[in-house]
């Protein structure tokens, strides 16, 4: 099969899947109207019966209500929990962010009607950028605004700043520049300061205030906003519960003293925190300690009440815009704001008719229930609109679902018939591909001449449908004539057949166990503890996979392969496998092992009662005792250096460390620089502040030059392995006169021609290697080949280390322990997945070119569960921000690198275990070199060559045939079972008997080209198959859910996960 038809059927699947997915979100993600309309002056709100502007006592310079206050100054410190400001002179005791704002409490105590706190909760998601734009345009973030955190554009909407801007007043800013980003050329005058280096303290907030004092002193101002970072960015780097924080709630208490000080009598002070944070310092979702935050005012008069007419004039006006408000709850809601308008208004009437100075107990209880009223009519409108802006498409839901299941089922059929699919690419891929396009344009036509607007959604869409209607009819016609064909040759020859429901036993368990984890993501419960469920049936399906080789008893006694080896091993007795039996104990138990001790790497969840964080998940940087600091530190390095050695020493095992290619050298010399790199970038940043005092601009420079240093080496081992990936070492030995090949008459024009030939060169070259010379024997030269049976896997393995070293140094130090763990159960799983094929293919050979669905469902568990055991979880709080500034430590000017760098973040396990299936498709182009070549350049300065390989096929061989010879990656669930054949426990005897050794392990997939491109097509159908089922169990849920009351906090960041 050609290895384009390949790559193309497993692109065109993912398009497949991308266009129901897309579908799908047009009708799922919360939709918002923006409304950029302008408020003015001459719009009043205030109803007619209230009187005019002299009436309400308005001033000519007022807008719309009397101003209070000539000046405000606005203080926002960035994740100030409620908690951290209030003060309990009780406390003896207190914790780092307790009792530290003691200005708050002495100001409430001693001056109530000047000073007030109130617990301020904010709208999640509770991420910077989202709360910011919340304050000011009075709107709710939704869900899907959390992706723009990193690169704000500006605001669009009616906000406050550009009311203050409309109406002549100087505002002056300082602080976090994503205001800059929000409200640009908006203000008087502006200091922003950089704020996305999280583990920099003090420079926005030193920068305020020197600033801050002689603004406040001065005339040039009319609204002061400054936004401090350093209560934010110590809660990432450390967490509430650190000394830092305590160091940076009292510089707040000591500014905030200072400031009341200089404040004059028509200023309003006015503190908040945007949002809290968790115990681990984190913020973005909807838990308790997010949303809470706290808000102080201050002034000299007495504080005022937000009236509910500027809400009713919203609600107009948002309903004229969207059009899609409820009619009857509207009527409903106009007439509840004009009651409540006509009741105070004769409240107010009947205050300016009596002659009581203090009013009577009816007009009391006339007015509480006035305020019951304007209560109600405030919460039931912000419940209006947010079911507005929740507004769903039943109508593409269900048509995305409907693609997504079509192209499961897509995958699943192409993957059951990948053996025979080359004489089948036509009806079932080209076919697809041409009635798919053509559909796709046919729709882009009538839209254009119909004058709709262009979606390219919608035409992506029509482009699936063509393709999926092709696909179909064609395979079940094909099926239906194969059926009527089999009938008649039973019929006519009275066979008798095994019944096919048989076959579909082998599918029975594997996906069944995917079965169960798809119905368990319809359980809240379930998803929640998804690390434990997913770590249960993993080891479930692994052990079943163990004890059925008991059962079949293949761990006793087998038949040796009849396909590799000579017939006079056919004959042989049953061979005991001992050794085998031992191995899968050995690595079984590993393999579960690593599963238990990969649950200490586990992030809380808040559902999750009585739950303590992980210790792992905290940097070094927030360990205060020195001891606990560098032993862990040393754990760190250790599992570091664990890591690469056991890498190391695969490639030596198989022999692929003895050449002197370049990729061989980086292989040396370049992973142990990188951990050189890695461990100095962990001890600059473990080391507390104090101790790089004099040092401080040094170090700013080490941790960006030191991560760039690891991306470029990565990025340059990259490119070695896509200009020359062969890790085979040549070295000439002593023979018989017998050639190596036999000359081969004729010319050698294709490939074709040559696939005999490379395993012919590679069994003599073993039969060299094991020959016992005599004194008296006929030497002449040869060539040994070393790590040619792991040239495809040792290229795979080289990309993935080379990943891991990446993913490692987005996470913290102490997260490498977890990855080595994730190494060693990837690495058991592999030796188990290889020794069971090597043992239950027996007499089927054939099966060595097809990965079961026990082996792809299992790899797929073990992406997941090690997505939990990297500290993360599918909830916003999780997300470990501070990848994003690895190296970049004065943030992105666009949020294409940060969300990259986060992405491979907190997809990490899933990059990784991906990686050696798809290497061979997207990771690189081709291997340049071929095993001919490298054995024309060994001897190209021996005399003996012609006798060694044969004139004809030295010298006729064309070059770019022969550039197409080792052309292919490979994913490790194929290549292991290959791999393991070296340590198969073949009786010696028999080996001398024969005078071959059989152990030809990769380079069998150079024999069978054919079968080696179906079994690449259909690992990867397998596997983008149980991914898309998971995504499409993922879709169902929040689809039937999407009115549950737990569905933003739970199925819905478990679909974007998915």
Not at 308 to 326: G, I, T, W
Not at 666 to 672: A, C, N, S, T
Not at 1043 to 1058: C, G, N, T
Request: hydrophobic share 45%; with cysteine.
């Amino acid at each position: 099969m050609p290895r384009i038809v390949t790559v193309l059927s497993l692109c065109w699947s993912c398009l497949l899947f991308y266009a129901g997915l897309g579908l799908f979100l047009s009708g799922f993600l919360l939709v918002r109207v923006e409304l950029r309309s302008r408020s003015s002056c001459r719009e009043t709100p205030i109803p007619a019966a209230r009187g005019g502007l002299h009436e309400t006592g308005f001033s000519q310079d007022s807008c719309w209500m009397a101003r209070r206050f000539s000046r405000a100054v606005v203080l926002i410190i960035d994740a100030l929990r409620f908690d951290f400001a209030k003060y309990d002179p009780k406390n003896r005791n207190p914790k780092p962010f307790e009792n530290k704002l003691d200005v708050i409490y002495h100001n409430v105590v001693s001056k109530p009607e000047h000073a007030r706190l109130f617990q301020f909760r904010a709208d999640p998601p509770t991420t910077t950028m989202q709360r910011i734009k919340g304050m000011t345009t009075g709107t709710l973030p939704t869900f899907i605004d959390v992706g723009s955190n990193f690169a704000s554009s500006a605001i669009q909407e009616d906000n406050l700043i550009q009311q203050l801007v409309q109406n002549e007043k100087k505002v002056v800013f300082m602080g976090d520049d994503t205001w800059e980003g929000l409200f640009p050329k908006k203000f008087f005058k502006s200091f922003p300061f950089p704020s996305f280096n999280v583990k920099d303290l003090h420079t926005v907030d030193d920068g305020i205030l020197q600033h801050i004092y002689t603004t406040v002193e001065g005339n040039e101002w009319d609204v002061l906003i400054a936004h401090f970072l350093g209560v934010d960015h110590c809660g990432h780097r450390f967490g509430p519960y650190h000394p830092a924080m305590a160091e940076k709630l009292s510089q707040m208490n000591k500014m905030l003293r200072s400031l009341i000080g200089q404040l004059q009598n028509d200023t309003l002070l006015v503190v908040l925190g945007d949002h809290g944070m968790t115990s681990t310092g984190d913020h973005g979702g909807e838990s308790e300690a997010e949303v809470n935050a706290a808000l102080f005012i201050y002034s000299t008069t007495p504080l005022f009440e937000i009236k509910h007419v500027e809400v009713n004039r919203f609600l107009e006006s948002y309903s004229n815009a969207a059009k899609d408000l409820p009619v009857t709850k509207l009527k409903y809601l106009k007439e509840l704001f004009s009651s409540t308008v006509a009741e105070y208004n004769d409240l107010i009437t009947v205050i300016q008719k009596s002659e009581k100075i203090v009013p009577d107990q009816d007009f009391h209880a006339r007015f509480q229930n006035l305020l019951i009223a304007q209560q109600r009519y405030l919460r039931e409108t912000k419940e209006v609109c947010r079911e507005s802006w929740a507004r769903f498409n039943p109508a593409h839901m269900l048509y995305g679902i409907v693609l997504l299941a079509a192209t499961c089922i897509h995958c699943f059929l192409v993957s059951e018939i990948a053996s025979t699919f080359e004489s089948l690419y036509k009806q079932l891929l080209l076919y697809p591909v041409i009635w798919g396009l053509t559909a796709g344009l046919t729709v882009y036509i009538w839209m254009l001449i119909s004058g709709i607007t262009v979606e390219p959604l919608m035409i992506c869409c029509w482009v699936a449908i063509g393709s999926h209607v092709s696909f179909h009819w064609n395979f079940w016609r094909l099926e239906c004539k194969k059926h009527n064909l089999s009938n008649e040759l039973i019929q006519s020859s009275n066979i008798c057949i095994r019944p096919e429901w048989k076959s579909w036993l082998k599918f029975f368990i594997p996906l069944g166990i995917l079965l169960l984890r798809c119905l368990a993501m319809f359980s809240n419960s379930f998803v929640i503890t998804e690390g434990q469920v997913v770590s249960f049936l993993l080891k479930s399906l692994v052990t079943f996979t163990v004890l059925k080789l008991k059962w079949n008893g293949k761990l006793t006694s087998y038949g040796l392969n009849t396909s590799f080896v000579p017939d006079i091993q056919k004959t042989s007795g049953s061979v005991s496998h001992k050794r085998e039996s031992f191995y899968l104990i050995v690595f079984m138990v590993t393999f579960v092992v690593c599963i238990l001790f990969s649950s200490n790497f586990y992030h809380c969840r808040e559902e999750i009662a009585d739950c303590e964080p992980s210790p792992f998940l905290k940097p070094l940087s927030r360990i205060s005792n020195s001891q606990q600091k560098n032993f862990h530190y040393i754990l760190s390095v250790s599992s570091l250096g664990a890591l690469v050695y056991l890498i190391r020493r695969w490639f030596l095992h198989y022999g692929n460390l003895n050449s002197s290619h370049l990729v061989v050298f980086f292989i040396r010399l370049g992973f142990p620089f990188i951990v050189f790199c890695l461990c100095c970038y962990w001890a600059v940043n473990a080391a507390s502040e104090e101790s790089f005092i004099k040092l401080q601009d040094l170090t700013k420079k080490i941790v960006v030059i030191i991560p760039c240093i690891v991306f470029v080496l990565v990025i340059t081992g990259f490119l070695i392995v896509l200009w020359n990936p062969i890790t085979v070492f040549l070295k000439d030995n002593m023979e018989s006169d017998e050639a190596v090949a036999p000359p081969y008459k004729g010319c050698m024009e294709t490939e074709v021609d040559c696939l005999h030939v490379v395993p012919l060169i590679y069994r003599k070259m073993q039969k060299a290697m094991s020959v016992n010379f005599n004194d008296n024997q006929t030497k002449t030269r040869t060539v040994a080949a070393y790590g040619l049976g792991t040239v495809y896997s040792a290229a795979v393995i080289t990309v993935v280390a080379l990943l891991t070293l990446l993913l490692i140094m987005l996470h913290n130090e102490r997260m490498s322990l977890a990855f080595l763990l994730l190494f060693l159960e990837g690495f058991s799983f592999l030796e188990i997945h290889g020794t069971a094929r090597n043992l239950s293919l027996q007499s089927d050979n054939t099966g060595y070119f097809s990965v079961p669905w026990y082996a792809v469902t299992a790899w797929a568990f073990t992406a997941t569960q090690f997505f939990y055991a990297t500290g993360h979880q599918p909830i916003f709080p999780a997300i470990q921000w501070n990848a994003a500034f690895v190296g970049f430590i004065e943030g992105h000017s666009t949020n294409i690198l940060p969300a990259l760098l986060v992405g491979m973040n907190t997809f990490a396990s899933h990059i990784l275990f991906a990686a050696p299936l798809h290497t061979a498709l997207t990771c690189w182009q081709c291997f340049e070199l071929t095993v001919l070549q490298l054995f024309n350049n060994a001897i190209q300065n021996t005399k003996e060559k012609r006798k060694v390989f044969g004139y004809v096929l030295l010298n006729h061989i064309p070059a770019k045939d022969a550039k197409k010879q080792l052309r292919v990656g490979c994913p490790l669930l194929l290549l292991w079972p290959f791999v393991r054949e070296m340590k198969s426990s073949k009786s010696k005897n028999i080996k001398k008997e024969s005078g071959d050794d059989d152990q030809v392990m990769e380079m069998r997939l150079r024999e069978n080209p054919q079968m080696f491109s179906a079994a690449m097509l259909q690992l990867g159908m397998r596997y983008l198959f149980v991914y898309g089922v998971q995504l499409l169990a993922s879709v169902c849920t929040v689809a039937i859910l999407r009115r549950h009351l737990m569905v933003w906090k739970i199925f819905a960041p478990k679909y974007v996960e998915d």
